[in-house]
């Protein structure tokens, strides 16, 4: 079972129109400019699960290199959180949590 608590937490506002995604069905608030990364991570523990066994990840890098970050996106793209920027309405599906809002198999 994963924490629900966020892995980043702000240590200063910034400006920038607020903006709604969702994140594995549940909406999110983050702010125009935040990288995906960012929006996930102020909101829960990890980004994805870990393919090569139990656990999870939440990046590494945080710059484009580690590959650690990858995400699915409602139209169909995959992309690295770390260096793609929040779009309104845009769908994050990171496989941590089904339908239900719950983990399974953790
Ligand atoms: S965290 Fe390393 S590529 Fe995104």
Known sequence: MISESPQFHRL???SGEQLVITVD???????QGDLII???LLHQKAIRRF???D???AGYC???A???CWVSLGDGRR?????TIVEPGMEVRTGIFNANGKTENC
């Open 55 to 57: 656990g999870f990840r």
């Open 12 to 14: 200063a506002e910034r």
């Open 38 to 40: 960012t929006a996930v």
């Open 66 to 68: 580690c590959q650690d």
């Open 79 to 83: 992309v690295r959180a770390c260096d």
């Open 25 to 31: 069905n549940r909406d999110v608030a983050v702010r």
């Open 62 to 64: 945080l710059m484009a």
């Open 51 to 53: 393919e090569f066994g």
